[in-house]
């Protein structure tokens, strides 16, 4: 099959294909993945002698949780409309890793754990199609025509009784060679499905990395330089002893922008952490916003971007109440 009409069908299920939650931009994110694991010769090989690529489902298992793990540990995002029942994968991680927001990367969690979660994904969801357990593997290359889909299996065939995946090499071939621009098509197509059902910022980001380099806030202890008690319990604050803190957690808010951050004790900012401070406190970086304004340039810059017509001091507010809408704790300092 030519590469023109693998290229039509990948992006067919991406924009047209039925979806009821996020499983199909996770396999293909791992079709594509997966074919980054062979060298070109190997690729070579395989369509030299027509012979597919099998993987089984444990394999596909594993990525699923590494793809949603950071989603719901770390940003909570929602992945179906139904938030009531939410899909198998992330009731499988709440149930192994629990509810509550995970600092540290996945790769430092217990190999015990991990491993545990990943055969209950395995069961969960890629069980067998007779028993409703494997629903993204034969469903995914169903191709809509007109009103109705018929499955056309032009990247993989499968095997419920063997529980894997055989991988056509032209499909291999297509999703190696084609990887960047398919990975990007993926990965706008999941955050689009995910707007839809969710208000966080920035779910591109979130959905593409588990791992975000952030950068150092030392300079806005300059910035904020005349600020010099606590933001949270007054203390004065010492040269050594003054941090940087997200007032809506850096992990739902994902940038570092003026109006969002203050100058807090050591003490304060440990305790706080990834939560959010009670609501009087919201109350208080408004009003250090409105004071401080006009003679910081760099929180005017920020206050600025921030406002999208209906004025910043409600952008605050909506990003507060929905922060704790998504499960954010709120600690009393």
């Known amino acids: 099959m030519a590469n023109t009409d693998l290229r039509y069908y990948f992006n067919t299920i991406l924009t047209k294909g039925v979806k009821d939650n996020t499983y199909k931009f996770a396999l293909a994110r791992f079709l594509l993945d997966y074919s980054q694991n062979l060298t070109k010769e190997q690729i070579y090989a395989k369509l030299k002698n027509n012979e597919p690529e099998t993987v089984d489902y444990q394999q596909i298992a594993n990525a699923f949780l590494k793809y949603y793990w950071h989603q719901e540990c770390k940003y909570r995002i929602r992945q179906n409309h139904n938030d009531a029942k939410p899909p198998s994968v992330v009731t499988t991680i709440r149930h192994v890793f629990g509810e509550h927001y995970i600092h540290r990367r996945f790769s430092e969690m217990p190999a015990d754990i ?185 929180l005017h810059k920020s206050l600025t971007g921030l406002d999208v017509g209906k004025g910043w001091e409600g952008e605050i507010r909506k990003h507060y109440e929905n922060c704790k809408e998504y499960g954010f704790s709120v600690i009393r300092l």
């Not at 993926?186 to 593409?208: D, G, M, S, Y």
């Not at 933001?231 to 002893?241: I, M, R």
């Open 114 to 298: 991990i491993k545990e979660a990943q055969n209950e994904i395995r069961k969960k969801v890629f069980g067998k199609e007779k028993s409703k357990t494997s629903q993204v593997i034969p469903r995914f290359q169903n191709i809509r025509e007109g009103n109705s889909a018929t499955g056309k299996p032009v990247f993989y065939d499968y095997d419920d009784n063997a529980m894997c995946i055989r991988i056509k090499p032209q499909a291999l071939e297509f999703f190696n060679q084609n990887y960047t621009t398919l990975f990007k098509s993926v990965i706008l197509e999941w955050a689009k499905f995910l707007e839809k059902i969710n208000t966080l910022p920035r779910l591109i980001a979130k959905i593409e990395s588990a791992e975000v380099k952030r950068t150092s806030l030392r300079k806005y202890v300059h910035i904020f330089r005349d600020f010099r008690h606590c933001f949270y319990c007054n203390c004065v604050l010492e040269n050594d002893d003054t941090h940087v803190d997200h007032f809506i957690p850096w992990s739902y808010i994902f940038e570092d922008e003026s109006w969002n951050l203050v100058m807090t004790c050591s003490g304060c900012n440990s305790k706080k952490s990834d939560s959010l401070a009670s609501s009087e406190f919201l109350d208080e970086i408004i009003k250090r916003n409105k004071t401080y304004r006009d003679r910081i340039a760099e």
